[in-house]
C-alpha cells in the first residue's frame, strides 16, 4: 500500500489559506511528523492516529492560548519535497486552544 515519505501536521495562523499552496503558509510549529508512513497503522486499520492530549508542539514547548487552524500535509510517493504541488494538503477549520 502507498503512504507518504514525508507527513506533517502543523499549526498556524486562523486567517491561513492554501490560495498560493501548502509550502507558502507560515507554521506555528509542528505538531506532529512522520517519515515514510504507510496508509494504514501497524494492526491494519484504515487509518493512522496520533494524540494530542496536551497543548504543547513536538518539541514540547507550549502552545499559547488562541485560535489557530491545522495543516496537515502528505508529501505524494514520488513527490519534491520542494514544490508545492507534489504535496495533498487540508487545512482544518478555526480552532481554539485556551490551557
Do not use: C, H
Not at 35 to 42: A, V
Not at 45 to 61: I, K, R, W, Y
Not at 75 to 87: A, E, F, I
Request: hydrophobic share 40%; charged share 25%; aromatic share 10%.
Amino acid at each position: 500500500m502507498f503512504g507518504t515519505p514525508d507527513f506533517k501536521l502543523e499549526l498556524v495562523s486562523a486567517d491561513a489559506t492554501l490560495d498560493k499552496g501548502a509550502l507558502k503558509v507560515k507554521s506555528l510549529g509542528t505538531l506532529v511528523e512522520y517519515k515514510y508512513i504507510s496508509r494504514t497503522d501497524e494492526i491494519d486499520t484504515p487509518v493512522n492516529t496520533f494524540g494530542l492530549e496536551q497543548p504543547v508542539f513536538a518539541d514540547g514547548s507550549a502552545i499559547p492560548n488562541g485560535s489557530y487552524r491545522f495543516l496537515a500535509k502528505a508529501l505524494k510517493v514520488t513527490g519534491n519535497p520542494k514544490k508545492s504541488q507534489d504535496w495533498e494538503a487540508w487545512l482544518s477549520p478555526i480552532v481554539n486552544v485556551s490551557a
